[in-house]
């Protein structure tokens, strides 16, 4: 009994775990266990009620010690684990740290323009960018059947609204709404169902700017497009002004940059190193007219810059394409840059 007691001692010292714990039970107590066996293979028909008296006394005292000392090692190990939980938590150690956010280089364009444009007194709005074909087309002068339809290939909705192809689709809508005089530019995103290349996306910025007032003339629009590009890239800028055709503008006229990104060399990114940024012109009076504004009276201007394009320009990208891929090693470059 004493070589028993021994080793259940020895056991239980051995067990660090709960789990261990419940072994040494059932290895020394259960019905199998080697205490129950031992009891089971006394001879008691050898002993005389002395000595079977004195064998079931140590055979339970032995019981008892085991069962006691069992539940106090249990009792020690359950108050111990909660504790050894809080040590795992280390409240000293370094925080992981999370991660400081940045704005888009598109949107640190867009910002920026709109601050160098209220501060000349315009206004700044949005409009819708699923937009009826009206707004987007037959308005600018652009009817069903026009020739020009073809230069923007768009997304059509099952409930015949469309995605906007240009922010010009603001002009007539904001005409309607506010009437002249006015001073307003519309930033937004545009969609058109494109070949995606190095400076073509199927989704990207433009910023439409509209100025209607008594003889406004192709001197304020050249004037207001050259101080724009000295605030937004502060510094001198290569810009060449020629004829271009848009059915809602005459004259109408492309405003290209010199590329920053070659010198003007050429490169993929604009071909023969002439960027299309700024195409603009003088409001058609047509345009007009289904803004309900009378040409006679009032004349203007409108340009749409290609917001996309500038981020690329500003910031240096190489390629349109990672503006859209949401890859936060590209948008982190950018952040420090605002
Ligand atoms: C227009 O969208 C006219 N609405 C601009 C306009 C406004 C003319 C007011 C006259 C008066 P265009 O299709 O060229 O024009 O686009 C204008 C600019 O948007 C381009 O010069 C270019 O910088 C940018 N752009 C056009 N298509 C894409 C494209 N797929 N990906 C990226 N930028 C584009």
Redesign the pocket.
Known sequence: MEQIKAEFIQALAAATTLEALEQVRVDFLSRKGSITTFSKSADFSKMTPEEKRGFGQRLNELKNFATTSLEEAKTKLSASAPRQRKIALDLTAPGKGGRVGALHPITMAQLELEDVFQGMGFSVLYGPEVESEYFCFEALNIPHDHPARD??DTFWLKNQLILR????AN?VRTLKRFGAPIRAIFPGR?F?Y?SIDP????T???C??LVVDKDVSVANLIAVMRLILSQVFKREVKVRLRP?Y?P??EP?F?LDLNCLLCGGKGCSTCGDGW???????L?HPEVLRHGGIDPKEYSGF?????????AMMKYGITD?RYLNKGDLRVNEQFATFF
């Not at 192809?165 to 010009?168: A, I």
């Open positions: 230069m923007q192809t240009h922010t010009s002009q545009c058109r494109e400076s073509h996306e199927n990207f910025y433009q439409e700017g271009g848009f809602f503008v109408g492309e960027i299309e940024l700024i195409p603009c012109g409001i409108a340009f749409g810059v290609g917001l996309t394009r500038l349109i």
